[in-house]
């Protein structure tokens, strides 16, 4: 049977974007379908000139880029819309409802993170199929083994380190370096494994200052005289995130700022050269790894493959080595890192300090 879908994708940016939005177009076009795809977000469903076909042409040759041809908002939620400016959220959900139907479209692929699969599973109850396919650099949406843009961030980070190290040992510094990470610290942690850092700050553990300290002066009396710590952006010094900007609304918070915050602490109590920076959407904006480029593409497909099977409301899922699927309801509740985790585990068994003892 013909079909029309579209496809859209919402929130921060992640590494696999184009790879994901040309799987499911080849897929789609394989069987006949018509594609279109929806520009920023959620937000393009509530003007139907925000479309565009998405035919051969202007997927080609886009896999292997960063970004996504579509563009990509984080405050496009119809159930709590606010244009730039306003300050009031207003629901103009029924909208995207009306504009799906006189798109003339069968169903909607969305990707993104939790909130927007949150969102996905609301337009679903009020009647839209969608598929949803999960994306976010900070891996910490649950349902699915990894999203895709993960392990380009970790690339990043790790690379970081790595350039870091002899110049932190030439000069007997300490470098604390930020990385994302809002609710959750999984690019902190396999960076900073992978990249060999001393200390890894998650926002999971709260990070006690002194233990941080004594691990510094533990190195220094072992004669190593530099020190690499990674802390996650939304890592807590005294029980609180450090933030950068409040909310605006329809918004959420900007964090940024732990590792000056931390830096200056560390400086004043070791006495050590401590100098810090933040790695910020360069984790972001990158090509994706093949890695990621392989999940994005099996997740297009897979959705696909699902839109024909019409079943709605779930999100494709990776649960090595299969895709499957799972009801949007589950995907999209937060993934943290638990504290027996085994990178977890491996890091404590190696002597990095994880900021609690
Ligand atoms: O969710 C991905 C993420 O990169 C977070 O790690 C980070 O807090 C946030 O997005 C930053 O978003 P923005 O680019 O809108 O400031």
């Given at each position: 049977?013909?079909?029309?879908?579209?496809?859209?994708?919402?929130?921060?940016?992640?590494?696999?974007?184009?790879?994901?939005?040309?799987?499911?177009?080849?897929?789609?076009?394989?069987?006949?379908?018509?594609?279109?795809?929806?520009?920023?977000?959620?937000?393009?469903?509530?003007?139907?000139?925000?479309?565009?076909?998405?035919?051969?042409?202007?997927?080609?040759?886009?896999?292997?880029?960063?970004?996504?041809?579509?563009?990509?908002?984080?405050?496009?939620?119809?159930?709590?819309?606010?244009?730039?400016?306003?300050?009031?959220?207003?629901?103009?959900?029924?909208?995207?409802v009306k504009n799906f139907r006189q798109l003339g479209l069968d169903?909607?692929?969305?990707?993104?993170?939790?909130?927007?699969?949150?969102?996905?599973?609301?337009?679903?109850?009020?009647?839209?199929?969608?598929?949803?396919?999960?994306?976010?650099?900070?891996?910490?949406?649950?349902?699915?083994?990894?999203?895709?843009?993960?392990?380009?961030?970790?690339?990043?980070?790790?690379?970081?380190?790595?350039?870091?190290?002899?110049?932190?040992?030439?000069?007997?510094r300490v470098f604390v370096v930020e990385v994302m990470g809002r609710?959750?610290?999984?690019?902190?942690?396999?960076?900073?494994?992978?990249?060999?850092?001393?200390?890894?700050?998650?926002?999971?553990?709260?990070?006690?200052?002194?233990?941080?300290?004594?691990?510094?002066?533990?190195?220094?009396?072992?004669?190593?005289?530099?020190?690499?710590?990674?802390?996650?952006?939304?890592?807590?010094?005294?029980?609180?995130?450090?933030?950068?900007?409040?909310?605006?609304?329809?918004?959420?918070?900007?964090?940024?700022?732990?590792?000056?915050?931390?830096?200056?602490?560390?400086?004043?109590?070791?006495?050590?050269?401590?100098?810090?920076?933040?790695?910020?959407?360069?984790?972001?904006?990158?090509?994706?790894?093949?890695?990621?480029?392989?999940?994005?593409?099996?997740?297009?497909?897979?959705?696909?493959?699902?839109?024909?099977?019409?079943?709605?409301?779930?999100?494709?899922?990776?649960?090595?080595?299969?895709?499957?699927?799972?009801?949007?309801?589950?995907?999209?509740?937060?993934?943290?890192?638990?504290?027996?985790?085994?990178?977890?585990?491996?890091?404590?068994?190696?002597?990095?300090?994880?900021?609690?003892?």
């Amino acid at each position: 049977m013909k079909r029309c879908i579209a496809i859209t994708t919402g929130g921060g940016d992640a590494p696999g974007l184009n790879a994901v939005i040309r799987a499911a177009a080849l897929a789609a076009h394989r069987r006949g379908w018509e594609v279109l795809g929806v520009r920023r977000g959620y937000a393009g469903l509530l003007n139907t000139e925000e479309t565009i076909p998405l035919t051969r042409d202007n997927i080609r040759g886009i896999a292997h880029q960063g970004g996504t041809i579509l563009g990509t908002t984080n405050r496009g939620d119809p159930f709590a819309y606010c244009e730039r400016g306003e300050t009031t959220p207003r629901d103009r959900s029924d909208e995207v409802v009306k504009n799906f139907r006189q798109l003339g479209l069968d169903a909607l692929l969305c990707v993104g993170g939790d909130g927007s699969m949150r969102i996905a599973h609301k337009l679903h109850q009020k009647g839209i199929p969608i598929v949803g396919i999960p994306k976010t650099i900070d891996n910490d949406l649950s349902g699915t083994a990894v999203t895709f843009g993960f392990d380009t961030a970790v690339k990043v980070a790790s690379e970081a380190l790595d350039s870091l190290h002899p110049t932190a040992e030439a000069h007997e510094r300490v470098f604390v370096v930020e990385v994302m990470g809002r609710y959750a610290g999984w690019i902190a942690l396999h960076a900073g494994v992978s990249g060999g850092a001393d200390v890894i700050l998650i926002p999971e553990i709260p990070v006690n200052v002194d233990a941080v300290c004594r691990k510094i002066q533990e190195r220094e009396r072992s004669g190593r005289h530099f020190s690499l710590v990674v802390a996650a952006e939304g890592a807590r010094l005294d029980g609180a995130t450090v933030t950068r900007e409040e909310a605006k609304p329809g918004g959420v918070e900007r964090l940024g700022g732990v590792a000056e915050r931390l830096a200056e602490r560390i400086a004043e109590r070791t006495g050590k050269e401590t100098r810090s920076l933040v790695l910020g959407h360069l984790q972001r904006g990158g090509n994706p790894t093949a890695r990621d480029r392989i999940i994005a593409t099996r997740f297009g497909a897979a959705a696909v493959r699902q839109v024909e099977s019409g079943e709605f409301g779930v999100m494709v899922a990776l649960d090595p080595p299969q895709v499957l699927t799972v009801p949007l309801a589950e995907a999209s509740r937060m993934k943290t890192i638990p504290l027996d985790d085994d990178t977890v585990l491996t890091a404590r068994d190696l002597g990095i300090c994880l900021g609690d003892e």
